[in-house]
């Protein structure tokens, strides 16, 4: 895989980046806040936050928490089961078990997915470590702070994921909800990859199965420059 490099001259200071949401508690009506923090993204999707808040866990909607995680879902009506995956890992939750399947093996959960108002939820601080993240509860602010401490910046075009590790350059992709695939790898700039630093990438359907991706990057060590790698993907491949 061959990739172009454009260096653009952008001054950017960044701390961690962090957004934080009000947020409503689906059964009682009181506010609750959602906390969300990344290692690298920094552009925030518009997310409604509905939670759950009962016997102390905390529920959020299944395609609401795999954004902040930077996960892809699939929901399968049948079983009643959704099936979050990342590049390496996958993990299965059922409305009608306690049992989840991660990478072949089955572990207990406390407590299965919710449906409530004709919408899924998913109990935030089992989905939240399983992937190496974080969900802390502040009963003082009432406040659930999400952490994704992942290597990831990631970018989605109809029902294909696109994931890049930061830390070892390499880039992943699933379609359907298959298990993702590594397309290849490219030499990442010193500076980029040691938190926090801007980054993000973007998907684009060309035509057909044509995609093309734009990889943008911060080298810290070179004064701020930003290094957007173009990668073209012709035909799936």
Partial sequence: MKSNKILISL???????LSSYPAVHAASQSKVNVQYTSRFVS?????????????????LPIRELATMLQLHVQWDQKQKAATFIQPGKEL???TKTKKVQSNGKTYTLD??????????????????????????????????????????????????????DLSK????????????????????????GAAPTFTSIEAEKMSGSNRWLSIHLTARELSGVYVVHGVFLKDGQ
């Fill in 92 to 94: 299965i939750i059922s």
């Fill in 169 to 192: 350059g390499e880039l992943y992709r699933s379609i359907g909800g298959q298990t993702p695939v590594k397309l290849g790898s490219f030499k990442v700039p010193d500076g980029v």
């Fill in 43 to 59: 552009e925030f999707p518009q997310l409604t936050h509905d939670v759950i808040f009962e016997n102390g866990r905390i529920f």
């Fill in 111 to 164: 407590t299965p997915l919710k449906i409530h108002n004709s919408r899924i939820y998913v109990p935030v601080r089992f989905v939240a470590e399983w992937f190496n993240g974080e969900a802390v509860w502040d009963e003082k602010t009432r406040t659930v702070v999400i952490k994704d401490n992942s290597p990831f910046i990631s970018a989605s075009v109809d029902q294909e994921m696109y994931w890049f």
């Fill in 11 to 17: 001054a950017l200071t960044m701390g961690l980046a």
